[in-house]
């Protein structure tokens, strides 16, 4: 289907996150016609999807009352599939997965979300299956050097801050992490009835803004990594999924370093990542990911 022509006969999809526009640009790979919801609504995006909302907030954040009135309104176009949630929705997920007057969402249960986006229920599941991880604390800090403070639903490295002797935080608020050693990595998966498909591996980028030391810049890859490591990470995104039932994509962030690896964080919606998978091969994904 080209882009920018909508078919009378395809079904819809709505796209949401803070950027719309990989969503969009895949689920028109798989044919579909695309509402796009974000808050930029770039060219880029509206070739994809000629019908775009804005759900703008405060700077760079969702409004929820546009976003929600926006989403009934896609529920009332033809043949609507549903909506698939990208970054930045996080701290409304729950609300999305209840509230009436809504397409279907297509993605994870909040159940299975909070099963991964809660950080003690999280890190108390990586060490009950003997997964690794950097140190966490669920309360302050008498020392809070070589320290990090992370918000459980933010994204994009917003929600990490470094931290010194001065500075602290509410553990309500969030979890306290160590600094750990290694290359920031990722991997995108498929989750389906208990079980994991691993789609590639993938370098993660960042920089550093005043406090924020790991601001998400972008991602390289497909990367490849030795087989006993792949083999390994494999095994533990098994294992994870087997335990929350995870489904559709989702992706794992880990440090790795050497032949070691360390988890980070689940994200429990499609990733960013999906593009590098889906240009480097094409003839793999000839209806894109969404599909």
């Not at 800090?141 to 994204?155: E, H, N, P, Q, V």
């Not at 306290?176 to 789609?199: C, N, P, T, Y």
Request: glycine share 10%; aromatic share 8%.
């Amino acid at each position: 289907m080209t882009p920018g022509i909508r078919s009378s006969q395809a079904p819809y999809i709505a796209a949401i996150g803070l950027s719309a526009r990989m969503l969009a640009q895949s689920a028109r790979r798989a044919g579909l016609n695309v509402a796009a919801l974000d808050i930029f609504g770039d060219r880029d995006t509206r070739q994809y999807a000629p019908l775009w909302f804005d759900i703008g907030g405060e700077g760079l954040s969702i409004d929820p009352k546009l976003l929600f009135d926006a989403l009934e309104r896609t529920a009332r176009l033809p043949r609507m599939l549903g909506f698939v949630a990208g970054t930045g929705l996080e701290p409304l997920m729950r609300e999305l997965c209840s509230a009436p007057r809504l397409p279907r969402f297509i993605g994870n249960s909040a159940e299975a979300t909070a099963a991964v986006r809660e950080p003690q229920r999280f890190f108390a599941l990586l060490d009950r299956l003997g997964i690794a991880h950097p140190e966490v604390s669920f309360t302050p800090l008498s020392d809070t050097s070589g320290w990090l403070f992370k918000r459980a639903d933010g994204c994009g490295g917003t929600h990490i801050e470094a931290l010194d002797s001065k500075t602290n935080h509410d553990a309500g608020e969030g979890y306290f992490q160590r600094l750990a050693a290694g290359h920031s990595m990722s991997a995108l998966f498929i989750g389906a009835r208990g079980k994991a498909s691993v789609i590639g591996f993938a370098e993660q980028l960042s920089m550093a803004a005043g406090s924020r030391p790991f601001l998400h810049t972008g991602s390289t890859g497909p990367a490849d990594l030795p087989p006993q490591v792949m083999a390994d990470i494999t095994a533990a995104i098994d294992a994870i999924v087997a335990n929350t039932e995870l489904v559709g994509l989702n992706s794992i962030d880990f440090l790795l370093d050497g032949d070691t690896f360390e988890v980070l964080e689940i994200n429990a919606r499609p990733s960013s990542t999906m593009t590098l998978y889906e240009t480097a091969s094409p003839e793999a994904w000839p209806r894109g990911l969404i599909a």
